[in-house]
């Protein structure tokens, strides 16, 4: 058989093409994935942009220099194995490349799945090697939901978990950037709920976004205010503020610094839905931008809680949360499906280019 791969231009996430090489022997102690439904969305034009940086592009190496496979999360079936205990036909949630196959070498094989045990992810964050069997009876709609939705969902809850557990770093709002991205108001959404129950002062959730998605952003009802990014004056600088910054903006960054000065306790730095050439690390008032690394606080919960006690408190959020956005005459997020590899480059080339509409969820069945 033949694997076809969308690779990505490693200098531009917006630039893509199909490549097609004839699939190796399987070898003992490995096991053949078809990837059959992935979403795509602004987190996989940051894991382009932080490719080199964060090693995403290690992954699913390819021998083109200069091109890389960007890692998606979503479903693949067992094709062919030569581990016993992965059956054929069984179906797994994970992290995958951009193409119609891929091999892995399932270790630590349970009832609820396995690791990649491939030599060069060894060094990876264990998070994203990880696949958990999906069930029989899900529906293609909710395993949509969950390919858009669970890693995104999976930060905004850890984000916040941080945030709350150093009492929000004394701050009295909470400053989102790329306030219509999926991370950034499901980040919101966490935020109110811990809130709302109590696990912290008064806090203010505050969005920033384009003039554009102003309206969307407004209406989804997660942010106690909504300016666009010419306002950010206006955000009141006498209160101590946390910044999470999912835009990834230089610019945008040094302004809400300058503007905020020893009010900013805490700056987070997510991901990259804008991001832009500029003076990185020059100096900035207030807190050092600090990169949060959610799987690094995926290992601290998982000390703390344990495997089973973090999924569920996860799950259990995610469901209150995809119950609210899908559901009504206007639901928050709509799922858009398309159907192959040559859809999934027009889509990261449109998020690359900022021209997806935010209540978009782009799911592709891949094969």
Known sequence: MDITTLLTAQRDPAEGRIDKMSAPPLQPGWV????????????????????????????FPTAHEGWG?????????VIDSTVPEVAVGRRFFGYWPLADAVDLQPTKVSASGFIDGAAHRAPLPSTYNRYTAAPSNQGA????ALAIMRPLFGTA???????????????????LSSASSKTAYATAWCAR?????????AVRVIGLTSRANGDFVRQLGFYDSVF?????????????????????SAEQRAQLHNHLRDALRHSAVIGATQFSAGPRDAPLPGAKPTFFFAPDRRRKRLEDWGPAALMQRVEDSQSRFLQQMLSGPAPGLRIVTHSGLAAARDVMAELARGRIDPALGHVIDVS
Do not use: H, K
Request: with cysteine; proline share 3%; hydrophobic share 45%.
């Open 69 to 77: 496979v960007v890692p998606v999360w979503g479903f693949a079936d």
């Open 193 to 201: 709920e811990l809130l709302a129950q109590g696990q912290g002062p």
């Open 157 to 175: 809850f850890l984000l916040t978990d941080f945030l709350q557990d150093n009492d929000w770093f004394g701050a009295r709002q909470l400053v």
């Open 141 to 144: 709609q909710d395993e949509a």
């Open 32 to 59: 053949r994935m078809a990837v059959r439904r992935v979403s795509i969305s602004t987190n996989n034009v940051t894991y382009a942009l932080f490719g080199e940086r964060m090693s995403y592009w290690q992954f």
């Open 228 to 248: 666009t990014y010419d306002q950010i004056a206006q955000v009141d600088a006498a209160l101590p503020t946390v910044f999470c910054d999912f835009s990834g």
